[in-house]
């Protein structure tokens, strides 16, 4: 080792853990990790609504050095997947490298420096910046009017009031993306009454969520028996399989999984009318695939009831709709999702030339290969813009970007190099590149609008196999890269 860097990693969550974990295992110990909240898990954190359940199945939803035999269920409880993060940052005794309640609210390359302004006047310098702020982090507030003037309750769905007793108050949850869903499911029927108000319809997998029984949490502390149990050929074929339906609507992956979708609906949901307001108008896969299997109970419970017709505005006790009509509300849940393009932002960061990385992302954020910036050295991001998305385990994806950027930090220090970035022209063209094949994808073609697509329309995604994303992170191209020693 040639020069005892300076690291600075940021956000405490599953990847800024990974980032900590990797560095120490390749002997990096000057480093810190800033967590802005008082407590680590990230996403998983800061979400703990009823029903929050992960869509990857639990064995294959952790880090690939640090298995866990505990799960309860096939498909983790939210709570568990909390306490799993937690557990690792002890026992990798990452607290001693860790400042909470530090928030970066400002990035500026000096020198050949990263200087870190934080909260409070405190100020950092840093040879490396790895950005592990996640993507699901800012609430996404709906722009209704009179949201203001409600009277009862009203959250978004990061931002659960787990005091309120529901079981004799009118709930309504606006939102149907996966967290909707989730939440609805688990509240059907466990309210005075559930209004769910669904502007477009979903497609939605059946999810089977099995037990798993102490006997076989007792056996999966064998490395062998839970090697055998995790299926690996199984499921990364189901990887590649579900990969491919999304690049192409008419493979055999992607009509299989469409049928399984529409069979799910006909099958579960009798009423017609009803059935007729759950059906999509776009190709299953077009957004997010939502997987539940209860969902279509719940809101066919009598206590349960679908609202299609579009909101007017909000008052004080509850909600009016487009037809005048008024539902009388106590709590309004806002399942809205999150502002899945902030990234590092809104730190202000500033790279060579004092240009800004607003600016740099307007109007809509990239990196080359997700991961670095030209004009930003030393700065290295995971899971960052347009990376691998869909129903893929992100700890997968980000233990690839580390190892990925632990080659790039490697170089800077075997070679006594002080910055390294992408070269810009690269960049524009695996950008162009990038766009290009994005618009074949279903995301684009099939007909819908989802969070996957940026400001210009074009998913904001790796349109590629996820073979060839791994292909991708097990070495960088040197020659992609400008160096300055």
């Not at 200087?115 to 982090?137: K, S």
């Not at 108000?197 to 102490?214: C, E, H, K, V, Y």
């Not at 009318?273 to 957004?287: A, N």
Request: with cysteine; proline share 5%.
């Amino acid at each position: 080792m040639q020069k005892d860097l300076r690291i600075v990693i940021i956000g405490a969550g599953m990847a800024g853990i990974l980032a900590a974990i990797r560095l120490l295992e390749n002997n990096y110990k000057n480093f810190t990790l800033y967590e802005k909240a008082d407590q680590v898990g990230g996403t998983w954190r800061d979400n703990s609504y009823p029903g929050l359940t992960c869509d990857v199945p639990s064995h294959h939803y952790t880090y690939s050095f640090e298995r866990n035999p505990a799960w309860s269920r096939h498909y983790s409880p939210g709570p568990e997947i909390k306490e799993y993060f937690q557990n690792v940052f002890k026992k990798y005794n990452l607290q001693k490298y860790t400042k909470f309640g530090a928030e970066v609210k400002s990035m500026d390359f000096i020198s050949n420096q990263w200087h870190l302004g934080l909260a409070d006047d405190f100020n950092d310098t840093a040879d490396v910046v790895i950005g592990a702020t996640g993507v699901l982090h800012h609430p996404k507030m709906p722009d209704i009017a009179g949201i203001d003037s409600f009277q009862g309750h009203i959250f978004h769905s990061s931002k659960w009031q787990h005091e309120l007793e529901l079981e004799n108050l009118n709930v309504g949850v606006i939102g149907n993306g996966s967290s909707g869903v989730q939440i609805v499911g688990a509240l059907g029927g466990e309210c005075k009454s559930l209004f769910h108000f669904q502007r477009t319809a979903q497609w939605m997998m059946p999810l089977d969520n099995g037990i798993f029984s102490s006997e076989e949490q007792v056996a999966f502390q064998d490395p062998k028996i839970m090697n055998e149990a995790m299926q690996f050929d199984e499921y990364f074929d189901a990887v590649n399989r579900y990969s491919q339906a999304l690049l192409d609507m008419e493979s055999d992956g992607a009509k299989e999984m469409a049928n399984i979708c529409k069979d799910n609906l006909i099958e579960n949901v009798k009423d017609v009318e009803l059935r007729k307001k759950l059906t999509p108008d776009h190709r299953p896969l077009c957004k997010r695939l939502v997987w539940s299997s209860d969902y279509y109970p719940a809101i066919q419970h009598p206590k349960s009831e679908l609202v299609v017709e579009s909101i007017s505005e909000i008052v004080r006790d509850g909600i009016v709709l487009a037809n005048s009509r008024k539902i009388e509300l106590d709590v309004i849940v806002l399942a809205t999702g999150f502002k899945v393009d902030s990234f590092l932002r809104p730190i202000n960061v500033k790279g060579l030339d004092a240009i800004k990385l607003n600016d740099y992302w307007s109007p809509t954020p990239k990196a080359y290969l997700s991961i670095s910036l030209p004009k930003f050295p030393n700065l290295f991001l995971l899971n960052g813009p347009n990376g691998p998305v869909g129903n893929f385990s992100l700890i997968d994806i980000a233990e690839h970007q580390m190892n990925y950027i632990l080659q790039l930090i490697s170089y800077i220090n075997e070679n006594k190099i002080n910055h390294i970035e992408p070269k810009h022209n690269i960049t524009e063209e695996y950008e162009a590149k990038r766009a290009e094949a994005a618009k074949k994808t279903v995301w684009y073609q099939g007909g819908c609008n989802s969070w996957y697509l940026n400001d210009e329309g074009i998913p904001a995604s790796w349109p590629w196999t996820y073979k060839d994303f791994v292909e991708a992170m097990k070495e960088p191209k040197l020659e992609n890269f400008s160096f300055k020693s």
